[in-house]
């Protein structure tokens, strides 16, 4: 068997699919075989679930800049490697060859080493959507310093709470950004979250809108003044493929977020191999990916997974509907977008702005269109194919998570079967299964169960930062002997998966994750408050929202007040990407006799199913139910 790295029938996505589940270790070190590796692997697998502890090629030793860059310049060191569309229209564009980025990727590299950095320290990043974020990313990369994005909608609070956890000493950071019309500071955001935690060392400051910024004498820098100190060669560290290559921190549903944990070999190998495959990357073809570098998308389908296959990739520094809700189709027809990645929730609010915005735009560029985040719904599955794939774009629907590393469920555009809503068929070297809730896998079609997956993949979580036991209670320990997802999904007839959402506390707003405790515990702390219970809800737009049932110690009658208070506290401790929907004041929440908070009740009544309830009688107080339906908003 021979696998070639980029698949190009369905005839031949069955063989190769078959072969990956049949010798699975041959299968990837086949693939493996396509990058650079300074030293190959002693053992492709090591696993055991129950632990868990995962390692892909071992005794192999690479470095991931090699592969994204290095590797391209001999024949490709003039073809575009990053076009950086920014937020205004009316500023310039950037485009970075790949020789100018591997240029400024080292030149930052030796501005880190500068710093004092090593290998194996985790640095933060907290940064607009600019492209000294991708430099900054792959600077870590190269000298073997972790990275530990963060993205820029989270509070000081929240920066603070990730950078103790990872113990951070050295922060890259940009004067401000823009979003849209509003211009927002960034430094002073690290100052705040800093403010109390002894051991920064360094904080690398970008300078980007020329906004005023404070420096604190032996702490900030200024990466102008050092920049002009240092080569643009740099050698890359060798790394081992178990090695971190990076932090990301994603919330549960319980606790605090947790930084999950990628490494070096293996994120390369499926990163690289997936965006190659699902999106069917040709040479020339200019990709852009909507999401924020500050989540998991962003990193492996904007940054690790494009360039690895020398591929054009664009970053758009601003926000789908400034100056207007026509953006994204413009910035199309002006980069000849070919492959277009983005979230059902932007979908959504545009199709809601109306067709006129999207009727200026030919989009005669476009070939293939994808989604990732969150379920998508028919109707907006059936705009984006109609009116801006016009007909002719097949959309990749990409099931995956932060700790998944890379997609694990999706058709590979142009080649396998597509069904609206549906994420598809697994990739290669995946084994999904659904369980029961006795944690029996049911193995018939046209069935639905809880989402798992049974055998490991090289992009798989390895650990959650300092906390390996949170990482197998979390994700091992449900079902013994799969990775168990924390999605339910249905299995047609034909065996392609639909992914029907979470069914563990977490809530899925437009996409991004929050743990329901998390939400509560920012409540919690606002004054006035006894306790409260957070649900998602369906939303049109976003796909959930947060509604917030909240019970006051001292009755108010200045509700209104109590509410701002309460966004704002949530504003201060998780960031403005929390804020709920909806908020209710009752007297008490629904709980069992043993004080369990019941929030399937709650939960139906935010979906408006208060006929089907279910038993309420064992309640401790039945009549609070009551209360709740009649002051639903
Ligand atoms: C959801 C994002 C339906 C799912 C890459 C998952 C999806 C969570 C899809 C992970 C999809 C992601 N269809 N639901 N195509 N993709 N999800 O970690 O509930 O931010 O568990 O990773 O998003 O979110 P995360």
């Not at 868990?52 to 001999?74: M, S, V, Y």
């Not at 909608?153 to 103790?164: C, L, Q, T, V, Y």
């Not at 400051?205 to 200024?222: A, C, G, L, T």
């Not at 320990?477 to 007839?493: I, L, S």
């Amino acid at each position: 068997m021979h696998n070639t790295f980029q698949i190009k029938t369905f005839e031949e996505y069955l063989e190769v699919y078959q072969n990956s589940i049949s010798e699975p270790e041959k299968f990837w070190a086949d693939i493996a075989s396509h990058f650079q590796w300074h030293k190959t692997w002693d053992n492709v697998l090591e696993w055991d679930f129950t632990k868990p502890q995962i390692k892909w090629f071992e005794g192999a030793q690479l470095n991931i800049t090699i592969n994204c860059l290095d590797r391209h310049l001999p024949e490709k060191a003039n073809h575009t490697a990053l076009i950086w569309e920014p937020n205004s229209p009316n500023d310039s564009y950037r485009t970075y060859s790949y020789q100018s980025l591997f240029n400024e990727v080292c030149r930052m590299a030796n501005v880190l080493k500068l710093m004092g950095i090593k290998k194996g320290d985790r640095v933060c990043i907290y940064m607009p959507m600019i492209p000294d974020l991708a430099f900054a990313i792959l600077a870590c990369a190269r000298i073997g310093a972790i990275h530990s994005v963060i993205f820029a909608g989270f509070s000081a609070n929240s920066i603070s709470d990730r950078i103790i956890d990872s113990h951070c000493k050295h922060i890259i950071t940009a004067d401000a950004m823009s979003r849209g019309a509003k211009q927002i500071p960034v430094k002073a955001v690290v100052d705040e979250a800093i403010e109390n935690i002894d051991f920064i060392e360094n904080v690398l400051v970008i300078n980007h809108q020329n906004w005023p910024v404070i420096y604190k004498e032996n702490r900030d820098i200024s990466y102008d003044i050092l920049k002009q100190k240092v080569s643009v060669e740099c050698e890359a560290e060798m790394m081992q493929a178990e090695d971190e290559l990076f932090i990301l921190y994603t919330s549960g549903s319980t606790g605090k977020p947790k930084g999950v944990v990628h490494t070096c070999g293996g994120y390369m190998v499926y990163t690289g191999y997936t965006f190659a495959n699902v999106f069917q990357y040709q040479s020339k073809d200019i990709y852009w990916c909507t999401a924020d570098i500050g989540w998991i998308t962003g990193h492996s389908y904007m940054i690790y997974g494009p360039l690895l296959n020398a591929a054009t990739t664009l970053m758009f520094e601003g926000v789908p509907n400034f100056p207007d809700p026509g953006r994204f189709w413009q910035v199309i027809d002006k980069h000849h977008v070919n492959i277009f990645y983005t979230a059902p929730t932007a979908i959504r609010s545009l199709m809601a702005c109306g067709i006129e915005h999207v009727l200026p735009y030919n989009l005669s560029s476009l070939k293939t269109l994808g989604t990732v985040g969150e379920p998508i719904n028919e109707e907006a599955w059936q705009w984006y194919f109609d009116h801006i794939g016009k007909g002719k774009c097949p959309i990749v629907d990409t099931w995956w998570q932060t700790e998944t590393g890379g997609i694990l469920l999706s058709a590979l555009a142009g080649i396998s079967p597509i069904k609206p809503t549906h994420a598809g068929l697994p990739l290669p070297g995946i084994q999904p299964v659904l369980l029961n809730s006795d944690g029996n896998e049911i193995s018939e079609n046209n069935v639905e169960g809880y989402l798992a997956v049974k055998f490991p993949w090289p992009s798989m979580i390895r650990t959650t930062w300092g906390d390996h036991e949170r990482c197998r209670m979390n994700y091992f320990d449900t079902y013994k002997g799969y990775y168990f997802t924390g999605d339910g999904a249905k299995r047609d007839e034909n065996g392609l998966y639909r992914i029907i959402g979470r069914v563990d506390d977490v809530i899925n707003v437009s996409g991004h994750r929050f743990g329901t405790a998390e939400i509560e515990n920012a409540i919690n702390q606002t004054p006035n408050i006894v306790e409260s219970a957070v649900v998602g809800f369906p939303h049109d737009i976003k796909g959930q929202g947060i509604y917030a049932f909240v019970v006051v110690e001292n009755f108010t009658t200045d509700i209104e007040n109590l509410k701002m208070q309460i966004i704002e506290t949530i504003v201060e401790k998780i960031g403005r990407i929390a804020k709920p929907d909806k908020i209710q004041i009752i007297s008490g929440l629904p709980k069992t006799r043993s004080g369990k908070i019941m929030r399937r009740i709650l939960r139906k009544i935010t979906e408006g199913e208060i006929e089907n309830l279910g038993d309420t009688s064992t309640l401790l107080d039945p009549l609070i139910v009551e209360e709740i339906i009649k002051g639903r908003i």
